[in-house]
T-cell receptor, first 116, second 113 residues
Framework: GAVVSQHPSWVICKSGTSVKIECRSL??????MFWYRQFPKQSLMLMAT?????????EQGVEKDKFLINHASLTLSTLTVTSAHPEDSSFYIC????????????FGEGSRLTVL | QQQVKQSPQSLIVQKGGISIINCAYE??????FPWYQQFPGKGPALLIA?????SEKKEGRFTISFNKSAKQFSLHIMDSQPGDSATYFC????????????FGEGTQLTVNP
């Protein structure tokens, strides 16, 4: 199956700093990727849709200036949490639309962000 | 607005038993219904998926039952094993959403040995 890799898998940062999370499709090209946020024992909350070569589409209530998304190539999307605060601590997960255009999404392993 | 409702929130089953998780949806445009399995600290992994043109799909010990008129679908795990202990999410999407999934709230399954 198609593989999506996220890096880093966990990161700890100080309040006020920015953190970048990478999402890569390893063996296929992904025109569209999605970014989610997940709090403990909760479901995945869609943050934004990332389209290669265009601006991301953010869900209602998600601050686009806070969560910067860049999809500069067909295999890489990045999420930058700017001026992170403790309330931004969460599990961030990306997914990519698979190569066969069946609607199947392939998920990354997730990135645990802890802001001190 | 939550468009996919999942139940139960948690489920405890004995080894060898059948685990059943249910989901109901509102949007009649949904045409793709996947189930995902998630272990702690990991991303979700696709378990099995169904489209509305069939009422049941089976892959190994996992079966999806789909009732289009009732707008409900369920996951059955036969011969449940301790290794199946995880959180399960149902989801749905429609062709116009470009694979944008709406997730259920999740079910934490524990299979006791």
């Amino acid at each position: 199956g198609a593989v999506v890799s996220q890096h880093p898998s966990w990161v700890i940062c100080k309040s006020g700093t920015s953190v970048k999370i990478e999402c890569r499709s390893l063996d296929f090209q992904a025109t569209t990727m999605f970014w989610y946020r997940q709090f403990p024992k909760q479901s995945l909350m869609l943050m934004a849709t990332s389209n290669e070569g265009s601006k991301a589409t953010y869900e209602q209530g998600v601050e686009k200036d806070k969560f910067l998304i860049n999809h500069a190539s067909l295999t890489l999307s990045t999420l930058t949490v700017t001026s992170a605060h403790p309330e931004d601590s969460s599990f961030y997960i990306c997914s990519a639309v698979g190569p066969l255009n069946t609607g199947e999404l392939f998920f990354g392993e997730g990135s645990r962000l802890t802001v001190l | 607005q939550q468009q996919v409702k999942q139940s139960p929130q948690s489920l405890i089953v004995q080894k060898g038993g059948i685990s059943i998780i249910n989901c109901a949806y509102e949007n009649t445009a949904f045409d793709y219904f996947p189930w995902y399995q998630q272990f702690p600290g990991k991303g979700p992994a696709l378990l099995i998926a169904i489209r509305p043109d069939v009422s049941e799909k089976k892959e190994g010990r996992f079966t999806i039952s789909f009732n289009k008129s009732a707008k409900q679908f369920s996951l059955h795990i036969m011969d449940s094993q301790p290794g199946d202990s995880a959180t399960y999410f149902c989801a749905a999407s429609d062709a116009t959403s470009g694979s944008r999934l709406t997730f259920g709230e999740g079910t934490q399954l524990t299979v006791n040995p």
